[in-house]
């Protein structure tokens, strides 16, 4: 896998169409049975409006940092106006065309001690003459993208699909499909479908063996004139079918709380995979991984690059392999971060051969907050500060074993010679919540304080383990002890 391309996940230029909806909360307690009839009384004290249908979607891959147009029907409605300022909000271009006879389609939850008391649909059928107008709108803007996305809830803006994917595929983009009708033949022409086990047996696939699923998923994509089939198989995983490869992939094993809106997430990070360069095979991966932080959360969860590349690194490293985010992307990730309301704690370092003084203090030092950078001083710097014997391991080789730590986050070098030995420079780059100082220290003293002091952060100074230092170390080597 080429990691770096997680770095040009912004250059994913993807166009969804399909059915848009209103997903409405309503959350409240219920202590009481109305005295009208045997329901119970919500007192509602929380209002949540979010994208839903093809527009979680899009919400997913502008999460992702890809660039997102939405392409779907609306009402001229309050709902309709509510989704295009959430659209607004989440920088994803809006395309919607409005059908002035028919609402916006809109589900209102209402919820109770986390459980759904009721659920109260608005929406009509859309009609022939409706998706017309998409596939006019479709034709206009098809060129401004590189990836199409359809997304089908069965809702009728997808009825003219086939002329869409045509259009689609004589302008040359590449076509994912999350379909809802068993006759797959209707995506002809797509170069991606992700059914889930149950659409895939309605099509007429067979589950009883692997053997079975293959070779009906091949006859299927093979009859309907389709690339490639990625079978989303709950516990299973999923699968990525071709007519000449197949290649699996493990649920992530974790506690699911949620699978509302997992597809989404799968062909939106998928169709930004793609979109950034990777091959099919390392997209489906990542969209595996991302999943599998969706369905942790409650709800038609997204999913940051950020709380992806770390699930990256964890699921590396527990295959044998290793992972650290390329520097020069780290602070794109801080961002993230910052964007998802998690507190930043910046410390830094030679750590030159690591020993327990320095895992307890970055424990320490990530206890304070969400997220822990560790400023490494370069080898350069390290030999002005200690001497031309240092440092005894070289940066690639100190900057691996901190980002084994499960306390460290990120780490970024400091100290070339233009910037000089303190991190001043790169605390004012990352801004962070909180400065954490190892040793005897006056906060004024401490490179970077009067800027984190001056945006509201904290500077915070802990005691070192007595008798762990990497010059102790150094010296009892040397001794032969």
């Known amino acids: 896998m080429d990691l770096g391309l997680l770095k040009q996940l912004h250059n994913a230029k993807v166009l969804v169409v399909g059915d848009v909806m209103l997903d409405r909360y309503w959350h409240g307690d219920s202590g009481r049975i109305s005295p009208e009839a045997p329901v119970p009384v919500v007192k509602v004290n929380q209002l949540e409006d979010k994208a839903g249908g093809a527009a979680n979607v899009a919400k997913n891959i502008a999460r992702l940092d890809g660039q997102v147009g939405l392409l779907g029907l609306i009402g001229e409605d309050e709902s309709g106006q509510i989704l295009e300022r959430i659209l607004a909000d989440e920088h994803i271009d809006s395309q919607l065309v409005h059908a002035v006879e028919l609402p916006t389609i809109a589900k209102l939850r209402v919820i109770s001690r986390h459980q ?8 009509e059928q859309f009609s022939k003459e409706h998706s017309q107008l998409l596939l006019n709108r479709l034709e206009r803007v098809v060129g401004d993208y590189d990836f199409i996305v359809f997304s089908d809830y069965n809702k009728g803006s997808l009825t003219l699909i086939e002329a869409m994917i045509r259009v689609a595929k004589d302008a040359g983009k590449t076509v994912l499909v999350d379909p809802k009708s068993p006759q797959l033949g209707l995506y002809r022409g797509a170069d991606y479908i992700t059914p889930n086990l149950n659409e895939f047996k309605l099509a007429g696939g067979d589950a009883s063996s692997e053997q079975a699923l293959t070779d009906t ?18 516990e299973q995983g999923m699968s990525l079918i ?32 793609l979109g950034a360069g990777m091959p099919d095979s390392d997209a489906v991966e990542l969209a595996n991984l991302a999943a599998g932080i969706a369905v942790s959360k409650l709800g038609a969860a997204t999913v940051s690059p950020e709380e992806l590349s770390a699930k990256l690194g964890q699921y590396l490293r527990a295959n044998g392999e290793h992972y650290q985010t390329p520097f020069e992307s780290v602070i794109q990730h801080i961002e993230f971060a910052k964007q998802n309301g998690e507190k930043i704690v910046f410390t830094n370092g030679c750590f030159d051969i690591l020993h327990a003084g320095h895992v307890r203090y970055l424990a320490q030092a990530k206890a304070m907050g969400d997220r822990l950078v560790v400023g490494l001083n370069t080898d350069d710097s390290i030999a002005r500060l200690k001497g031309p014997e240092r440092p005894i391991n070289p940066l690639a080789e100190r900057a691996m074993v901190l980002s084994a730590l499960n306390s460290v986050d990120w780490v970024i070098p400091f100290g070339k010679e233009h910037e000089g030995d303190t991190p001043a420079q790169l605390i004012e780059q990352i801004s962070p919540d909180i400065l954490v100082k190892g040793g005897d220290y006056n906060v ?38």
């Open 242 to 273: 071709s007519a000449s490869a197949k290649h699996d992939y493990p649920a992530q094993v974790q506690e699911v709380s949620d699978v509302t809106g997992a597809g989404d997430t799968v062909i939106a990070t998928l169709a930004v995979m």
């Open 116 to 123: 759904q008391v009721v659920r109260l649909d608005q929406e």
């Open 444 to 481: 004024e003293e401490i490179a970077g304080a009067e800027h984190v002091l001056r945006h509201g952060g904290h500077v915070e100074v802990l005691e070192f383990l007595d008798g762990c230092s990497t010059s102790n170390v150094i010296e009892r080597i040397k001794k032969g002890q």
């Open 217 to 234: 998923a091949r006859a299927l994509i093979k009859e309907a004139g389709i690339g490639a089939m990625l079978l989303t198989r709950s």
